[in-house]
């Protein structure tokens, strides 16, 4: 039986053995995978056993680095720096208030998802996947915060936390479907209007005192920049990749200058922009503080690349389905709301994730015009004569959350990939 | 009846909206633009610092690492951004060549018959591609090259030495002798001395780059038909001799166009050597900006000189992808 080749861009690594001539059987022993996959000729052999003793090596070595000579306490001592930065203690609780409600809408989606099946779903109520995701929350509830030498109360916090996600995820999972449907309408906005009053939160407003974005630092700003540029970058992209098909000759050609102006230009030089040229460029007392300023420059950045992504998507579309639309008597607008976006979106997905994804690395950027982002925060933190030199530390801890959120996000748009399908049958 | 038809509601009709919708958006554009680039005018002339390229030629007065062009402190601006241009081609260059090659290798390593080697060039392109560039060059940086010991007990190659103060290379001396690194007073000495934070830096370029172009090159390879490889083992090709003349041909031409694009945004990524203290075109315009306040020039200088890059880059591979397409008849 030969395998098929794996189609250009896709995930599985099937490995094309054309040098073995040994034909595959269906069942395996533990040995005899082995030793198809590590000693298969003698150059195989000796490959194996080199590449096995370079990973024993470096993984003893960073072991013992790890729990021998690396001091933690820069970490530890830090932590509401590096997850807050210099909001102001008596306000936190707004964060904390914030992140209750995070985990309870998210508890309630997650469960919903598992009440109202679709078609990649066999309707089980708690598929494998789901209690290997309950099990690791657990973990981490349990781990981290000791692990972070949080005090007992706050621990305490941590654990009340996941309880509720866990919870809601629980119960909108058992009863989800006997909810009345207004309710169901009132979750589905919550994520937006939840945006929306995590802003009023962080910033002040509704009788709350005023935050002043300086303070905004650590893993707080760093969310904050991302999802702010993530959300408005949409519009943007679909408007300007729509703009870049038209036949209108002006706005083609005013969406392909954006395009190429901002894709030809370094992100550190457009930040330099932001910061140095566009307060010259708004009326006086318009121009934003400098966090807002890079905010806005993270979004028309992400927005010209978005635009690619999307006009790709959009060129994936057959025309026939515009022609058809268009024939049935739909306006151009409900055209491209009804029948090509929706296609386009959905093929747009997997680059515009990854364009998300490369988004938030990027807000790293921010620490070099001056802003107190993670890496900011851990630049200012090993500036302290007291954390002198902790680099390994910090970086490592810094590398490991990136690494986590963003290969949480690329598994995510995975999943929704399959969601969305609709070539996907039941399994 | 006939009247009936010919009134068409204006919003309707193909000749009119159009122009209207292009007017609308055009009249918009036109406000916001002038309405910017009136502001900045006012405001530069204000402060006295409306587009003047007469600064270019006074002296900069300050001081530059690593040069390959002469230059001192007293020589004037356009001569430090010069200076920082070819350092910003250097690392360029380098690091196209070297992202290549690691790229090729780790895509053709997905294909290896060794499970391991396969699984490991996956976990490569999976931890690099996840970390951010400006975490993984302070990294290299500050962990790795500024904790390399210093003289004697430096890591030592024939040929390479790897410290604290840089990568020393053996290269030709004068008349074309070939001459190693060596310890003179405690100092290692080398004909070809690449300073810390440019190795540093290109290493983190690299590695980066490494991973994405890993990837470019496992979609080109797995989009060569498996009979291609069937094909070259009937003929009785190894691995690597079916690899080299059977399918890596076909697959640059999948490769080349994924090639363009990641080599552009190494380039552009190169200008996060300000990061790690390696002097750039952007480190150096980020120091004239400081003395001058020369915001707009400076800004106009880096977007020329970037754009420029990039065309040449695209101009480059264009070509290449003229010579790898298949020429039938």
């Known amino acids: 039986m030969t395998s098929l080749p794996p189609r250009p861009g896709s995930t599985t690594t099937q490995p094309l053995r054309p ?4 034909p595959r059987t269906v069942q395996r022993s533990w040995a005899g995978v082995l030793r198809q996959e590590l000693f298969a000729s003698r150059g195989d052999g000796l490959v194996s056993v080199l590449l096995i003793l370079l990973i024993l090596a470096s993984a003893v070595g960073l072991l013992r680095w790890a729990f ?16 807050v930065g210099r909001f102001p203690i008596e306000q936190q609780w707004r964060l904390w208030l914030l992140v209750v409600l995070v985990a309870a809408l998210s508890g309630t989606s997650w469960g919903l998802l598992r009440a109202f099946p679709r078609a990649d779903r066999s309707g089980e109520l708690w598929p494998f996947n789901d209690r290997l995701a309950v099990a690791l929350l657990g973990f981490l509830a349990a781990w981290l915060p000791a692990a972070l030498a949080l005090g007992f109360p706050l621990q305490l916090r941590w654990w009340a936390i996941t309880g509720l996600l866990v919870a809601m995820r629980w119960i909108a999972g058992h009863w989800g479907r006997s909810w009345p449907p207004r309710l169901l309408k009132l979750v589905s906005l919550g994520w937006p209007l939840l945006y929306l009053f995590g ?18 630092g650590g893993l707080l700003l760093t969310l904050l920049m991302a999802s702010f540029a993530i959300l408005l970058s949409f519009p943007i992209g679909v408007v300007v990749a729509l703009g870049r098909r038209s036949s209108l000759p002006l706005l083609r050609w005013s969406s392909v200058l954006y395009i190429e102006f901002i ?42 690349y978005l635009a690619e992504a999307v006009r790709a998507g959009l060129s994936a579309v057959p025309p026939g389905q515009l022609e058809a639309a268009r024939s049935l008597g739909l306006s151009m607008p409900q055209a491209l709301q009804r029948v090509v976006l929706p296609q386009a979106l959905r093929i747009a997905l997997p680059a515009a994730v990854g364009q998300f994804i490369s988004l938030l690395q990027d807000t790293t950027l921010l620490s070099l015009i001056g802003l107190l982002d993670l890496l900011g925060t851990a630049r200012t933190v090993m500036a ?24 949480a996000l690329g598994l995510g748009s995975r999943a929704l990939e399959r969601r969305l399908d609709p070539t996907h049958s039941p399994a | ?92 260059v380098v690091g196209l060549v070297g992202a290549t090659l690691l790229g090729t290798a780790v895509g053709m390593a997905s294909f290896s018959s060794n499970g391991l080697l396969r699984r490991l060039a996956r976990v490569y392109v999976e ?37 604290k103060s840089g990568l020393y290379l053996a290269w030709f001396a004068q008349g074309f002798s070939w001459q190693g690194p060596e310890l003179v007073n405690g100092v290692w000495q080398a004909p070809l001395r690449l300073s810390v934070e440019f190795t540093a830096l290109l290493t983190g370029l690299i590695t980066y780059s490494g991973a994405f172009i890993a990837e470019v090159v496992r979609g080109g390879i797995a989009s060569v038909p498996l009979g291609q490889w069937e094909a070259a083992t009937s003929l009785g090709l190894h691995w690597s001799a079916s690899m080299r003349s059977v399918v890596l041909p076909q697959a640059l031409r999948v490769i080349v166009p994924g090639l363009n694009s990641q080599y552009i945004s190494l380039a552009k990524n190169s200008a996060l050597a300000v990061a790690v203290g390696y002097v750039d075109l952007y480190s150096v315009s980020e120091t004239t900006l400081n003395q001058t306040g020369r915001a707009l020039e400076v800004f106009l200088l880096l977007l020329g000189s970037y754009l420029i890059i990039d065309l040449l880059i695209s101009a480059v591979m264009n070509g290449v992808n003229q010579l790898v397409q298949i020429r039938e008849r």
């Open chain 1, 19 to 22: 040098a073995s001539p040994a």
């Open chain 1, 199 to 216: 802003m009023v939160l962080i910033a002040g407003g509704l009788g709350m005192s005023r935050v002043s974005p300086s303070n905004w």
């Open chain 2, 127 to 163: 931890v690099i591609r996840n970390i951010p560039l400006l975490l993984q060059l302070l990294f290299w940086y500050f962990v790795v090259f500024l904790a390399l010991p210093n003289g004697t007990a430096a890591f030592q190659l024939p040929g390479v030495v790897v410290s």
């Open chain 1, 263 to 304: 894709r030809g230009a370094p992100l550190i030089t457009l930040l330099f922009l932001g910061q140095n040229i566009l307060g010259y460029m708004l009326p006086g007392g318009w121009a934003p503080d400098r966090v807002w300023r890079a905010a806005w420059v993270l979004t028309f950045f992400c927005g010209a």
């Open chain 2, 1 to 92: 009846m006939i009247n009936t038809l010919e009134r068409i509601p204006w919003w309707r009709d193909r000749r009119v909206m159009p122009w209207i919708v292009q007017a609308v958006v055009g009249l918009v554009l036109l406000v916001v633009i002038s309405l910017l680039v009136g502001n900045l005018v006012r405001n530069l002339t204000g402060a006295g610092l409306l587009l003047s390229w007469r600064w270019l030629g006074q002296p900069a007065s300050f001081d530059v690492a690593e040069s390959l062009i002469p230059f001192d402190a007293s020589m004037p601006y356009w001569r430090a951004l010069l200076v920082g241009l070819v350092n910003s081609l250097r690392v360029i």
């Open chain 1, 68 to 83: 021998g000579q690396a001091q933690w306490a820069v970490i530890q001592v830090n932590t509401t720096l590096f997850a």
């Open chain 1, 384 to 407: 302290n004569p007291e954390f002198l030199g902790k680099n390994a530390e910090v970086y490592l801890t810094l590398a490991v959350l990136f690494w986590c959120c963003c290969a």
